[in-house]
Every structure is written in structure tokens, then in C-alpha cells.
């Protein structure tokens, strides 16, 4: 089979995500760009029992949602498909459902500069996509623009995107994501976050930023 350790790892990633606590259940989706197509999870099948040659493939330059695999891809294949159509950095998308990124997106609270790995996210903030049913071309509309000049994005009343240069990397922003929500959520029980300012966060990124941090994780 074609790209049998990229289907492979998008798997692994997938219990990850789930053992993380980032997901729960059949919750959630990964998505590869793999030359002119993208590799997505399929809808409706527990991550543990998931089969390599279960793992979709949508062809970019194919008819608008056409797939080849024995099962439909994930519900959410729409903005997995028009972000990497739109964004040519991006090769790999992370959706995940966690506790504190999704109660941010239910409460339609976008994060903060409260801690300068928000830079990790392309700018000095990660914002909240307008609400849209799930599976919907709005919400993949919604989701590209609040994506703009972003890696990350929370989407209203329902999840998280992380986007990355690889799966490794896009797996990293998500975990990352969940721990500065918990943190800004923390902070704001005692008494709130004290905001880094515009400038703080650009002197974050002439530091090299992207080449010291990204899947290697935190690092000084």
C-alpha cells in the first residue's frame, strides 16, 4: 500500500491525541497532505481498532469531495480540505475536542498573549471561529478566516484546529494550545492574566522563535 507509514503514524497520532486527553472517543480527526491528495481518519471508527487502508484519500485535483478508501472520510473533511487548498504551508491538520481549548470555544473566549508561547501561534492571539454545524462548508469558511496568519484557531461552541508543517508539528501546537488554555483559564480564577503587549510578543519571534521551538517542544 502507497504511504503505508504515513497512514500508520496518522493512527499512532490519533491514540496520542486521545491518550493526551486532547480527545475522547471517536472525536476528532488528522489529516496528511501527501503530494496532490490528503490523507484524512475516516468518520465513525474507534482510533484502537483503526485499519491503515481505512484511512482516506481525497485528491486535490479531483471533484470536490471525492475520496478513494472503503469508508467515508471524517465529517469534518471540509475545512481539513480548504485549509490545505488555501494555506500551502500547512501539511497536516490536528481537530481535536479538549477540556479547556473547547470550554474557551463554548464560551467564545479567544487566548490571549498570556504567556509568550502564543507566538507558536502566528501572532498575539489564537482566535475564535464564528460558530457553524459541524461538517459544514460555513464552518470551513468560518474556520479559514479565523486561521488567517494563525497556526491554531478554537471554533465556537465546539473544538480546536492546529495546524502544522508536519504531523509532528501540527500534533505539537494542539498539545500546546491545551496547555496555555488551562494556564489562561487558571489565571483568570485568580484574578486574570497580565497581557504581554504586541512588541513583547514580535521581540518573542526575532529570537527564533520557529527554529528553537515547533515538535521539539518547549525549549530555552
Known amino acids: 500500500m502507497e504511504d503505508l507509514d504515513i497512514r ?9 491525541m486521545n491518550a493526551n486527553g486532547l480527545n475522547q472517543g471517536t472525536a476528532g ?25 481505512e484511512i482516506a484519500v481525497l485528491p486535490f485535483d479531483g471533484e470536490y469531495g471525492a475520496y478513494r478508501g472503503p469508508r467515508p472520510p ?37 487566548i490571549p498573549a498570556c504567556h509568550y508561547m502564543i507566538a507558536a501561534f502566528g501572532g498575539t492571539d489564537v482566535r475564535v471561529a464564528d460558530y457553524a454545524t459541524y461538517g459544514t462548508k ?15 484557531c478554537l471554533l465556537a461552541n465546539h473544538g480546536v ?35 504581554l503587549t ?4 514580535e521581540e518573542v519571534g526575532r529570537k527564533g522563535f520557529a527554529s528553537t521551538y515547533g515538535s521539539h517542544g518547549r525549549g530555552q
Open 8 to 16: 500508520r503514524a496518522i493512527i499512532a497520532h490519533c491514540r496520542m
Open 29 to 53: 480527526n488528522i489529516s496528511v497532505r501527501v503530494g496532490n491528495a490528503m490523507l484524512i481518519t475516516p468518520t465513525s471508527i474507534p482510533y484502537d481498532v483503526m485499519q491503515p487502508e
Open 74 to 110: 471524517s465529517s469534518e473533511w471540509r475545512f481539513h480540505f480548504d485549509i490545505m487548498l488555501s494555506r500551502p504551508d500547512v501539511n497536516s491538520i490536528v481537530h481535536s475536542h479538549p477540556l479547556y481549548g473547547t470550554s474557551l470555544a463554548i464560551a467564545r473566549r479567544p
Open 138 to 152: 460555513e464552518l470551513s469558511i468560518n474556520a479559514l478566516k479565523a486561521l488567517e496568519g494563525r497556526s491554531a
Open 161 to 195: 484546529i492546529a495546524t502544522g508543517h508536519s504531523l509532528a508539528d501540527a500534533m505539537w501546537r494542539a498539545i500546546e494550545l491545551e496547555n496555555i488554555a488551562h494556564q489562561y483559564i487558571n489565571a483568570l480564577q485568580i484574578g486574570g492574566p497580565v497581557i
Open 198 to 201: 504586541d512588541a513583547q510578543i
